[in-house]
């Protein structure tokens, strides 16, 4: 047996594109992330001499310091973890972060939604030089916008992951490493603020203005971001029964929290309705004013942690549910986020697989519109069961080895020499993602003693919802079987809603109100919720 067959097998996890690899102890983090696909800043081709493939080592053992990146980095950057991912070796499972600055391309982030007229009112509407920042804050990513504060227009956007994943995917895990370590909260809230910051220059940069001309704020996000953000302790959101440190609004001195805005500048924070329903929900409301609308509506955010509200006759009733990071592409063995080379379209035509890719770069993964796609076109075609299991009698399974999987591409087809397929435990993340969201929908037609034929409007905003196929979502169960024209794509709601705050007093006022008059309901408070849940894990 060859030494190679001797090494040991090691995982080493790659943020931001959540992707898993599978390599031998010893493989420099470089060359993880090429065989994953990740295209790194390298310019010297590994040799150590560029000092551009900066990592962050999270957690697991790595080889020690090489004399090259003792010369490249900064005694803060060494003390901070970040390492040259040429120099570095994995010798255990590794969770590593590459910062936006060492990543070749970059994962796409919704930034868009569907514009309103907003009838400016602030107290800046007659001050030249006056410019104003409204931030979406999501669990993974951050979508930012530079507006001036007299007109309303969007001087300049742009989105960034949320550097926090390298604490976990989910705010729970956050919450968690937060009790677990003595200046957890400190730790979180400064790398919020430290990305707000890169984020507020770099919009300030691309729009020709100084920071220092900035003069409000506007940020929304769930309730453990707003409490990370603020300083606010998260411990009582991760214990039952998720009670927040705070639910009114605030006002934060820019300064206060580190960013380098006007003197005097404020940032506004709108009210959280519950432990896990917060502003960002209350943006995504105001922005599409699913509140003052006639119909029966459902309105949701599908994120890591999805946000849904049932208006019906004059009630709104609110919840929140843990579909979790599977439509991250995390927890999917072939999964990784929306970046160049990701599966997001797939269709079974005549036996014949049919995919596209971001940017239509050759495959190195798939991302959470691709894998709903592949559930449901494999579901659709009988190689896919009720219950997510491969049908027995289906050519195109592969059993191999014991591992029974569907292979999308080839691996003489793909980007980096592997095949890409989907396994029983991809299908599983799925039908327990969809089954989350569907049964919070359940739980509030339920609550509202209503039936899901009722239902006359169906919003489906944030980053997932924008490319999501709806036909595919409604075909495996995710959302219910409604007349399609019901449903509306309404793209980062969320973030029109802080820019409507932004400008404008009223909307804030509207916002105010709005936490008074909905009606939250606690899904694992309720006795016949793990009925309705397993209920839906089944692909229609």
């Known amino acids: 047996m060859s030494d190679n067959n001797k090494t040991p097998k090691i995982t080493v996890t790659l943020e931001p594109t959540g992707y898993h690899l599978e390599c031998n102890s010893g493989t420099s983090l470089l060359t993880c992330a090429q065989m994953a696909g990740v295209e790194i800043n390298a310019v010297c081709a590994g040799n150590g001499t560029c000092g551009m493939c900066k990592v962050f080592v999270v957690s697991g053992d790595v080889s020690p310091l090489s004399d090259l990146e003792k010369e490249h980095l900064s005694l803060d950057e060494m003390n901070k973890n970040l390492r040259l991912a040429c120099q570095v070796n994995a010798l255990s499972d590794c969770l590593v972060q590459f910062p936006p600055e060492s990543l070749a391309t970059m994962q796409r982030l919704q930034l868009e939604g569907q514009e309103l007229h907003i009838k400016i009112d602030n107290d800046y509407l007659f001050q030249p030089g006056a410019y104003g920042f409204a931030v979406d804050i999501g669990t993974t990513k951050l979508a930012g916008y530079l507006l001036d504060m007299q007109n309303g227009r969007t001087l300049a956007m742009g989105g960034v992951t949320n550097p926090q994943i390298a604490f976990g995917e989910d705010v729970i895990s956050r919450i968690q490493y937060t009790d677990n370590h ?180 050759p495959a190195i993964g798939i991302c959470g519109s691709g894998i709903l796609d592949v559930v449901a076109e494999l579901r659709r075609a009988g190689i896919l069961d009720r219950r997510g299991a491969f049908t027995a009698n289906d050519p195109r399974v592969n059993r191999e080895n014991g591992n029974t999987r569907f292979v999308l591409v080839p691996a003489t087809d793909t980007g980096h020499g592997r095949e890409i397929s989907i396994n029983r435990s991809d299908v599983n993340e799925i039908q327990l993602a969809k089954a989350a969201i569907r049964s919070g929908v359940e739980m509030l037609l339920k609550t509202a003693g209503i039936t899901y034929e009722m239902i006359e409007l169906f919003l489906v905003a944030g980053a997932f919802g924008t490319y999501l196929d709806i036909g595919n979502a409604v075909g495996i169960g995710m959302f219910p079987r409604i007349s399609l024209e019901c449903y509306r794509q309404v793209g980062n709601a969320a973030g029109v809603g802080a820019k409507q705050m932004l400008l404008s007093k009223s909307h804030r006022a509207f916002a105010e109100r709005l936490g008074d008059h909905i009606q939250y309901v606690e899904l694992a408070g309720t006795r016949e919720y793990p009925g309705i849940f397993m209920h839906a894990i089944a692909l229609e």
């Open 182 to 361: 003595e200046h957890g909260l400190d730790t979180l809230h400064r790398i919020l603020v430290d990305v707000l910051d890169k984020l507020l220059a770099d919009l300030c940069i691309e729009a020709g203005i100084s920071p220092s001309h900035v003069v409000e704020g506007v940020m929304v996000g769930n309730t453990a971001m707003h409490h990370f953000l603020a300083g606010i302790p998260v411990h009582s959101l991760g214990v039952a029964p998720y009670q927040p440190g705070q639910l009114a609004s605030m006002y934060l001195p820019a300064s206060g929290i580190g960013l380098p805005m006007a003197e005097d500048a404020c940032v506004y924070l709108p009210p959280n309705i519950a432990g896990f329903v917060g502003g960002d929900h209350v943006a995504m409301l105001l922005a599409t004013g699913a509140p003052s609308l006639p119909q029966t509506v459902i309105a949701l955010d599908i994120g890591t942690n999805t946000e849904i509200s049932l208006i019906h006759q004059g009630r709104h009733w609110a919840c929140s549910c843990a579909s979790g990071p599977a439509f991250e592409g995390a927890h999917i063995h072939e999964g990784m986020r929306a970046i160049p080379g990701a599966i997001e379209r797939f269709k079974l035509e005549n036996d014949k697989h049919q995919l596209l890719t971001i940017e239509r770069k």
